[in-house]
């Protein structure tokens, strides 16, 4: 099994293009997640679904739009980048309900001037 | 979710047990203590949970205090490997928010 895989690795924008960060897992996970990490931040939770068809809002999920039409991916779209934005985005599956089972991707770096 | 506290960074020698304490005071019942790491910019690693009980794994122990309002994360023999940020996070088992806060980071000296 790949896991969980995310690209880009790393982006560069300008302030006012779109993006959609790529997230995908092999392992048949209901569960997904997407994050962002600031320097010296924690991890804040975006948007989450909770099987095909089904998302819902996280912590901070202004200004990002996600879809969940396969089991497999759940990609992360930027529909107007702005600097507050420029982070790195953890994308996480876990196999059902449990926190324990959750796997992360090795993130993308996003860089918005 | 419950709020958590952690001392922003700590070090250990190689070789010696790395004890990693968190304050939890308002959890709640049915919230679980959960660890996870990440090493250096890569993305979190899960190590260990538990809900009252002490637990062990083959990555470290888990000591919860009786009026669980605190708990320590014990890596018995710190490694260099072992170098990174440790999240303490109080969450339900099966919520869909997780709250990572700050973490600790944890430094192994040679």
């Known amino acids: 099994n790949a896991g969980v895989t995310q690209t880009p690795k790393f982006q560069v924008l300008k302030t006012g293009q779109s993006m959609t960060l790529q997230c995908a897992q092999d392992m048949n996970h209901e569960y997904m997640s997407w994050y962002r990490q600031d320097p010296g931040m924690g991890l804040r939770l975006i948007h989450y679904?909770?099987?095909?068809?089904?998302?819902d809002q996280g912590e901070v999920p202004n200004g990002y739009n996600v879809s969940r039409s396969t089991t497999e991916d759940f990609p992360l779209r930027l529909l107007s980048a702005a600097p507050s934005q420029t982070s790195v985005y953890f994308c996480?599956?876990?196999?059902?309900?449990?926190?324990?089972?959750?796997?992360f991707g090795p993130g993308t770096r996003l860089l918005v001037l | 979710d419950a709020k958590t506290t952690q001392p922003p960074s700590m070090d250990c020698a190689e070789g010696r047990a790395a004890n990693l304490p968190c304050n939890h005071s308002?959890?709640?019942?049915?919230?679980?203590v959960y660890w996870y790491r990440q090493i250096h910019s890569q993305g979190p690693q899960y190590i260990i949970h538990g809900l009252k009980n002490n637990e062990t794994n083959e990555m470290a122990s888990l000591i919860i205090t009786e009026d669980r309002k605190s708990s320590t994360l014990i890596l018995p023999h710190a490694t260099l490997r072992d170098t990174a940020v440790y999240y303490c996070i109080v969450s339900r088992n099966t919520g869909n928010q997780f709250y990572f806060g700050t973490g600790t980071s944890l430094t192994v000296i040679p």
């Open positions: 996480a599956s876990r196999t059902g309900a449990y926190q324990e089972t959750q796997y």
């Open positions: 308002t959890i709640s019942g049915n919230e679980y």
């Open positions: 679904s909770v099987g095909a068809g089904i998302t």
